[in-house]
C-alpha cells in the first residue's frame, strides 16, 4: 500500500477516534456534498435518491421513500413509462435491502418484469422519457449510466439517463443477489453485458454474483472493468473493498473504505464507508477502534441499524453485557435480519440465559421462513443455526444443496465443513475447511472451525497452530466460541519437547505464546483425540500482489 492510502487511512482514523467525533464528522460530511453552483436551489429528496441510486450509492430512507412515492404517483398515470417501473424496481430493492423487509423484494420483481416487458429489445417506448435520446445518442452530453458515452438526458421523468432495458437487467441482477440467487444474478449480469459491454451497471451485478458463487477470479476481473468504466465512483469503492478483502489484502481495502469515506456526497455514503470500516476494525480484533468507527457512522446518520448490530459485538465483547443487548435489540427492531438473531442468540446463550436464547433462534427461524416466502434463498443462516444449536445432518443437507447449486463461497465452504464435523464427518469437513481458509481472507471464524476438525482428527500440530491463529486475529470473535477455542488450544498443551524434525533431520516448530488462563477441563463438543506429532502445514498458493 502506498504512502498517500497509508495517510488517508490514518486520517480516518484520527478523525473516528478523536474526542466530539459526531460533529466533526457530520460537519464534514457537509463538506463533501458537490457544490450546485451560487444561487441554485438545492436538490429534492427525489432528486437526491434517484442521483444515489444510479450512481451505485445508498440513499437515505427518506429520500428512498420520496422517491418510490413519486414513481408510484407518475406511474397511476402513465403507466406505459418503461424507465419508471425500472427506476421503482430499483428503488424497492434498494429499500427491501436497507430494511430487511423481503416484501419490497416481491414488489421489486414485478416492477422489474413490468418494465422489461414493456420495453422490447432495441426499442425505446413512446413514454420512455429519455431512453430513446439514450439509446441514439442525442442527449444533453451528460452520462448515462452506461460507459459509453452516449449521453442521455439526465432530468427527464424515467429517471438518469439509461434506457429502461439496461435499468430493468441491472436492477433484477441486483434483485436476484438481495434474495442471495447468485445464479440467476449471474445470469442478468451476463446477459446485460453481452447485450451493452459498456454498460457499468452489469459490473457491481457480476461481482455480487461472482462473489456469492465462489468465483474470486472473475470477480476480480470484473472489478478490473469497473474501475475502468467509473473509476473512484462508490460503486467501485464498494466492490474494491469486498474484492481485497476477499483475497487478504486487509490494507488495501482498508484504503478503498477511506477513500470512499473521503468521497462521501451525503450523510448516508459517509456512514456506509465508516460502517465498513468499523467492519475491518472488527475483523482484525480492535474493539475500542471499530466501536469509534460505529459510533461516527452513527453520528453521521443516526438511521444505521447495521452499524448498531457492529457496535452491539463490540459491547460484547468489552464485557457491556446489557448495553450490547440492548444494542441488538434496537438494531434488530430497523433491520430484522436472521444472522443478527443468531447473533443475540449466541450471546445469550453464552451467558446462561437459555430461555432469552431459544426465544431469539425461534426468531430467527420465523424471520428466514417470511424472507424465503419472498424468494430470499436463507440456506446458509439457517445451516449455521442448525449446526451449532439444532441437527448438524439438516445443516449438511441444506450446505450440500447449496454446493450443488454452484454456490461455493468461503461462507459456505466454511459452513459446510462444520457442519459435517459436527456430523461426526470429520475428515470430509477438513477438505471443506481448506477450501474456506486457502483462499486468502483471514477469518477467526474460519480459523477456529478449521482448527477444531483438525484437533477432532489427531493433527495437534495444525490444531494449535490454527486455534491459535483465530485467537491472535480477532481474540472476541464470537462470545460462544471464543472461549471454546481458548480452552481447545490448552487441552492442546504445549508441542513436543523439541518439535518435529524436518527432513533434513534438524529444526523445530516454533512454539506458541503462552495461554494467559488458569488452566480448567476444556468442553468437549466431538471426543478428544489422543496427541500425534503434528503434520506439516499445507502450502497456502501465494496471493497475488496488490494494486497501487
Given at each position: 500500500m502506498n504512502a498517500?492510502?497509508?495517510?488517508?487511512?490514518?486520517?480516518?482514523?484520527?478523525?473516528?477516534?478523536?474526542?466530539?467525533?459526531?460533529?466533526?464528522?457530520?460537519?464534514?460530511?457537509?463538506?463533501?456534498?458537490?457544490?450546485?453552483?451560487?444561487?441554485?436551489?438545492?436538490?429534492?429528496?427525489?432528486?437526491?435518491?434517484?442521483?444515489?441510486?444510479?450512481?451505485?450509492?445508498p440513499a437515505s430512507l427518506p429520500d428512498l421513500d420520496a422517491l418510490i412515492l413519486d414513481r408510484e404517483k407518475w406511474l397511476r398515470t402513465h403507466p406505459e413509462d418503461s424507465t419508471a417501473w425500472a427506476v421503482l424496481g430499483a428503488a424497492y430493492v434498494e429499500r427491501g435491502e436497507q430494511r430487511g423487509d423481503s416484501t419490497y423484494f416481491s414488489k421489486a420483481d414485478q416492477a422489474l418484469q413490468r418494465s422489461l416487458k414493456?420495453?422490447?429489445?432495441?426499442?425505446?417506448?413512446?413514454?420512455?422519457?429519455?431512453?430513446?435520446?439514450?439509446?441514439?445518442?442525442?442527449?444533453?452530453?451528460?452520462?448515462?449510466?452506461?460507459?459509453?458515452?452516449?449521453?442521455?438526458?439526465?432530468?427527464?421523468?424515467?429517471?438518469?439517463?439509461?434506457?429502461?432495458?439496461?435499468?430493468?437487467?441491472?436492477?433484477?441482477?441486483?434483485?436476484?443477489?438481495?434474495?442471495?440467487?447468485?445464479?440467476?444474478?449471474?445470469?442478468?449480469?451476463?446477459?446485460?453485458?453481452a447485450r451493452k459491454p459498456g454498460a457499468w451497471t452489469a459490473y457491481p451485478v457480476l461481482i455480487d454474483a461472482y462473489t456469492g458463487l465462489g468465483d474470486y477470479a472473475a470477480a476480480g476481473k470484473a472489478l478490473d472493468k469497473l474501475k475502468e468504466l467509473r473509476p473512484g465512483t462508490p460503486a467501485v469503492l464498494a466492490r474494491s473493498v469486498s474484492v481485497y478483502r476477499d483475497?487478504?489484502?486487509?490494507?488495501?481495502?482498508?484504503?478503498?473504505?477511506?477513500?470512499?469515506?473521503?468521497?462521501?456526497?451525503?450523510?448516508?455514503?459517509?456512514?456506509?464507508?465508516?460502517?465498513?470500516?468499523?467492519?475491518?476494525?472488527?475483523?482484525?480484533?480492535?474493539?475500542?477502534?471499530?466501536?469509534?468507527?460505529?459510533?461516527?457512522?452513527?453520528?453521521?446518520?443516526?438511521?444505521?441499524?447495521?452499524?448498531?448490530?457492529?457496535?452491539?459485538?463490540?459491547?460484547?465483547?468489552?464485557?457491556?453485557?446489557?448495553?450490547?443487548?440492548?444494542?441488538?435489540?434496537a438494531a434488530l427492531a430497523k433491520l430484522p435480519r436472521p444472522e443478527y438473531a443468531l447473533e443475540l442468540g449466541e450471546l445469550y446463550d453464552a451467558n446462561g440465559l437459555d430461555g432469552d436464547a431459544r426465544t431469539q433462534y425461534a426468531t430467527l427461524r420465523a424471520r428466514a421462513a417470511r424472507a424465503q416466502g419472498h424468494g430470499v434463498n436463507?440456506?446458509?443462516?439457517?445451516?449455521?443455526?442448525?449446526?451449532?444449536?439444532?441437527?448438524?445432518?439438516?445443516?449438511?443437507?441444506?450446505?450440500?444443496?447449496?454446493?450443488?447449486?454452484?454456490?461455493?463461497?468461503?461462507?459456505?465452504?466454511?459452513?459446510?465443513?462444520?457442519?459435517?464435523?459436527?456430523?461426526?464427518?470429520?475428515?470430509?469437513?477438513?477438505?471443506?475447511?481448506?477450501?474456506?481458509?486457502?483462499?486468502?481472507?483471514?477469518?477467526?471464524?474460519?480459523?477456529?472451525?478449521?482448527g477444531e476438525i483438525e484437533r477432532s482428527l489427531e493433527m495437534d500440530g495444525p490444531a494449535r497452530r490454527h486455534l491459535d491463529e483465530a485467537l491472535r486475529i480477532n481474540p472476541y470473535f464470537s462470545p460462544l466460541l471464543a472461549p471454546r477455542a481458548l480452552d481447545a488450544l490448552e487441552s492442546l498443551g504445549e508441542p513436543v519437547e523439541g518439535g518435529p524434525q524436518d527432513i533434513e533431520g534438524a529444526g523445530s516448530t516454533p512454539?506458541?505464546?503462552?495461554?494467559?488462563?488458569?488452566?480448567?477441563p476444556a468442553p468437549?463438543?466431538?471426543?478428544?483425540?489422543?496427541?500425534?506429532?503434528?503434520m506439516t502445514r499445507p502450502v497456502t498458493p501465494p496471493v497475488t500482489p496488490s494494486p497501487s
Open positions: 498517500m492510502k497509508k495517510e488517508q487511512v490514518r486520517q480516518v482514523r484520527r478523525a473516528a477516534l478523536a474526542a466530539g467525533v459526531g460533529a466533526a464528522l457530520v460537519g464534514g460530511v457537509l463538506l463533501f456534498v458537490p457544490d450546485r453552483g451560487e444561487g441554485s436551489r438545492p436538490a429534492t429528496p427525489v432528486e437526491r435518491a434517484l442521483a444515489a441510486v444510479s450512481a451505485g450509492a414493456g420495453q422490447p429489445v432495441g426499442a425505446a417506448g413512446p413514454e420512455d422519457h429519455g431512453a430513446r435520446a439514450a439509446e441514439e445518442g442525442d442527449g444533453d452530453g451528460t452520462d448515462d449510466g452506461d460507459g459509453d458515452g452516449d449521453g442521455a438526458d439526465d432530468n427527464k421523468q424515467g429517471g438518469i439517463g439509461a434506457p429502461a432495458r439496461t435499468r430493468a437487467l441491472a436492477g433484477l441482477g441486483s434483485l436476484a443477489n438481495a434474495r442471495h440467487d447468485f445464479t440467476t444474478a449471474k445470469k442478468w449480469g451476463e446477459t446485460l453485458r483475497r487478504g489484502w486487509r490494507e488495501d481495502a482498508e484504503a478503498k473504505a477511506a477513500e470512499a469515506s473521503a468521497r462521501a456526497d451525503s450523510p448516508t455514503q459517509k456512514a456506509e464507508a465508516l460502517y465498513t470500516l468499523g467492519e475491518l476494525a472488527w475483523e482484525r480484533g480492535e474493539p475500542t477502534e471499530a466501536m469509534g468507527l460505529y459510533d461516527a457512522a452513527l453520528a453521521a446518520a443516526r438511521d444505521h441499524p447495521a452499524a448498531l448490530a457492529g457496535r452491539a459485538r463490540v459491547l460484547a465483547a468489552l464485557s457491556r453485557t446489557d448495553e450490547a443487548y440492548r444494542a441488538y435489540q436463507e440456506e446458509l443462516v439457517l445451516a449455521r443455526f442448525e449446526a451449532d444449536h439444532g441437527d448438524p445432518a439438516a445443516a449438511v443437507a441444506r450446505l450440500r444443496s447449496e454446493w450443488a447449486r454452484h454456490h461455493r463461497s468461503m461462507e459456505v465452504a466454511d459452513a459446510l465443513g462444520w457442519a459435517l464435523y459436527r456430523a461426526g464427518r470429520g475428515e470430509e469437513a477438513l477438505k471443506y475447511a481448506k477450501k474456506a481458509t486457502e483462499q486468502g481472507r483471514r477469518s477467526a471464524l474460519f480459523s477456529y472451525h478449521r512454539q506458541p505464546p503462552e495461554v494467559v488462563r488458569p488452566k480448567s468437549q463438543p466431538t471426543a478428544t483425540p489422543t496427541a500425534t506429532p503434528p
